[in-house]
């Protein structure tokens, strides 16, 4: 596992919009709290650019990524928000040049698609977090925040609890390497050459708007194509139901994928799309004990 | 291609409920049409379970389809209704068994799972076709349902423009094996061992309640994972947009993956959700003319 440096106070965070249209108001609010909160954001060029519901063109949104990832001053890369748009630039962006030069990429929902191939293909570490014109316009509470930066930072150790216990759906404690993030995007990769490798996983899973039956399709994909047999567990994040929906409809389609594939599974954990999303490794080692809390084995980044 | 016998007057119509929780008034009106038309319905046992959002559980569900595969007087079995479940039952079919004494398999949406497994697998003609408590129950008018009836009947000649000409999205003629179906349902196969092979299609493609992001996500999708490189055309259903967006957006979505692929895009032929649901025929050869008009080049059932 390749780690970047370590984020710390001072340091420049990219910009990017590799996904759907951002509103600007959003985004002042983000790059404010980031700001205060120590980071020097460093906005692409043409970051407001839109193109029906993409950020602009293929080409320029994959032109701000590989310049982010490139850019030197850079210790971190952060989508400014998700949407739709970063399968279509995944074949444009030269992953191996990026591997060669590890920087930090954060963010969460259709940014899942970096997060899940270059933590279990590229084999590099990555942070499930918090973007500038989404989460950190809104939801992204103090506590949230604050523990992006301790874990961006190389500050969490090992014995320290995160985030907030889950609740148990299905057997014991599990550990493995944390990776996974928003279903309906991972799937989306599935048979394409960004398809993750979830071999030894720890799946982190979360999803939006998405009524029980689509989760149970997609779970069943995942399983009849072999491809989750070697999983450790399920870490499911706390959802929203759709309309005319239960919580408790969307935690038995994980928990019947546990089954199926006999493996624990946890459900509550508050990052991605229904909590104040709390930052989580991916590429590196956790556990979730028998009380449901999660541990992180390793850090994200090299020590400094 | 193996190919069903006709299925003509006096018939016997094998009605299985692979996926969703069938509605008992909307068989009933089904069934009425069905007989109406000549046909003798043939009602599976327990077809109004239900279990959440499933007609039962799986073993019932496939029971029913296998019961139905080898009814030895069933000229054709038709699903009641699509909703979600089809794919979670391939696995408990004896397919290879199905294939050896061909029937008839009729239906869409959910149902599109089977029909384009076994059109492009096991190389087996079906019908993508009225539902008895779904279209059947209304939208089917009855111009579909004779066309219905002279489709599985063998009745249909190579000459004769079949449902409604469509619109030119891409390119000109296409000819191609006919295949395809609810574009979402398609593309919970991929990666699974239900995976169609669409080498050689002329690719029937229509879905429902997807806005043009999800479209093109699943198109790019498929474009990605290299599975359509020798499809020879795209053929849409008429489509219903989702609130907040227009027509035009569908169409912008497929007409972007006809480019990506260099294949002539036609639209609106009326099957699938959103028109009366015309029969097609899957598996045989067929051709889009330069005015958009389907011409069924194979019947998909053996000369009586």
Request: with cysteine.
């Amino acid at each position: 596992m390749r780690k970047p440096l370590p984020l710390r106070k001072g340091d420049v965070i990219a910009i990017v919009a590799p996904a759907g249209p951002v509103d600007s108001r959003k985004l002042t609010r983000g790059i404010a709290r980031l700001s205060a909160a120590g980071f020097v954001p460093e906005i692409a060029e043409g970051v407001l650019e839109r193109e029906g519901f993409l950020a602009g063109g293929d080409a320029h949104r994959a032109e701000q990524l590989s310049w982010a990832l490139a850019l030197p001053e850079a210790r971190a890369v952060m989508a400014a928000r998700g949407g739709y748009g970063t399968t279509r630039i995944m074949p444009l962006i030269n992953w191996r040049k990026a591997a060669r030069r590890p920087r930090l990429v954060v963010g969460y929902s259709d940014v899942t698609a970096i997060l899940a191939y270059v933590s279990t293909r590229l084999r590099l570490s990555a942070i499930h977090g918090p973007m500038a014109a989404a989460d950190l316009a809104g939801k992204t509470d103090g506590a949230a925040l604050a523990a992006f930066s301790r874990l961006a930072g190389g500050e969490v150790s090992t014995g320290e609890p995160w985030g907030a216990p889950c609740e148990r759906l299905r057997g014991g404690a599990a550990e493995g390497i944390l990776t996974g993030g928003c279903l309906s995007v991972l799937t989306a990769l599935l048979g394409t050459p960004f398809e993750p490798d979830f071999r030894g996983a720890l799946l982190f899973l979360e999803d939006v708007s998405e009524p029980s039956y689509r989760l149970d399709r997609m779970l069943t994909q995942w399983i009849q194509s072999g491809r989750l047999g070697r999983i450790t567990g399920i870490l499911a994040g706390k959802m929203s139901p759709v309309a005319g929906e239960a919580e408790e409809d969307l935690r038995k389609a994980f928990a019947a994928a546990g089954r199926r594939l006999s493996v624990p599974v946890w459900y509550g954990f508050p990052a991605g799309h229904g909590g104040p999303n709390y930052a989580l490794p991916f590429g590196v080692r956790a556990k979730i004990d028998g009380r449901g809390r999660l541990f992180l084995l390793e850090s994200p980044v090299e020590a400094r």
